[in-house]
């Protein structure tokens, strides 16, 4: 039951899995599947018979894809670039590297040395 239910999931939600698959852009796959959700949230309002359930579901559609869209493109910047996510040398977080701050109104200018970060 529990595979059953695994692969019910992954060929209606991941694009890996169900037709979309064969679409090769990931953004296009994206949108199809917003697209879909939206339908879906409009049929079970309709179904309920209420505006508000609609609003709602879309909402939590839109949050629940969006999630799992970042997520992807997480694990996909990870598999293609894994390096993308690794420290390199000379970065800095993006107030240090233009090596300046605003404190109270105040421009004060930062060490060039110092990395920057607060844990070191």
């Excluded at 979309?20 to 179904?47: E, G, K, S, Y």
Aim: hydrophobic share 45%.
């Amino acid at each position: 039951m529990r595979e059953f239910i695994y692969n019910s999931w992954n060929g209606v939600m991941d694009s890996n899995y169900n037709p979309l698959r064969h679409i090769p852009d990931l953004n296009t796959r994206h949108l199809i599947l917003q697209v879909l959700a939206w339908m879906w949230c409009i049929v079970f309002a309709i179904m309920v018979g209420s505006w508000t359930v609609f609003g709602v579901s879309a909402v939590v559609h839109v949050i629940l894809l969006a999630a799992i869209a970042i997520t992807a493109g997480t694990f996909e910047v990870a598999r293609k670039n894994p390096a993308f996510f690794i420290k390199r040398d000379g970065y800095h977080s993006f107030p240090r590297a233009r090596q300046t701050m605003w404190i109270n109104g105040q421009k004060v200018k930062l060490d060039k040395n110092d990395p920057g970060g607060e844990h070191e």
